[in-house]
């Protein structure tokens, strides 16, 4: 019988999904969530083609990915080096620079893929 619980497949999943709580305190987390089911929405309402839903669903992925990756960055930053320290600083303003440009490019693409989809 398959035993899930000694599976090293699903081990790893479990423990990967132990951080979503974590994350998801993350005030700018949700609102990437909450901005890329938007997206989806918008592309269900105006029937977006397949290369069109690669892009979509890669911006979103790349965005979400690059704030997971920030919040661990802050949090092994803030465990090595607890009280304020300037380089500690830098790190910090650079995965969070990280985050905005992973924004901002995945702005343009919804730009690019829904401008067409828009009539003024």
């Given at each position: 019988?398959?035993?899930?619980?000694?599976?090293?497949?699903?081990?790893s999943v479990s423990a990967a999904?132990?951080?979503f709580p974590i994350v998801y305190k993350?005030?700018?987390?949700?609102?990437h969530t909450c901005?890329?089911?938007a997206v989806i929405l918008f592309g269900?309402?105006?029937?977006?083609?397949r290369y069109e839903w690669i892009a979509v669903f890669f911006a979103i992925g790349i965005t979400l990915m690059a704030e997971?990756?920030?919040?661990s960055i802050e949090n092994l930053?803030?465990?090595?080096?607890?009280?304020?320290?300037?380089?500690?600083?830098?790190?910090?303003?650079?995965?969070?620079l990280a985050v905005l440009f992973c924004?901002?490019?995945?702005?343009?693409i919804g730009f690019l893929v829904f401008y067409p989809y828009l009539e003024f």
């Open positions: 019988m398959f035993n899930y619980k000694e599976n090293k497949f699903f081990k999904l132990q951080g993350e005030r700018n987390f949700r609102i901005i890329g089911f269900i309402y105006f029937k977006i083609n997971i990756m920030n919040t930053t803030d465990l090595v080096m607890p009280e304020k320290n300037q380089k500690a600083g830098i790190i910090k303003d650079l995965a969070a924004a901002i490019m995945s702005a343009i």
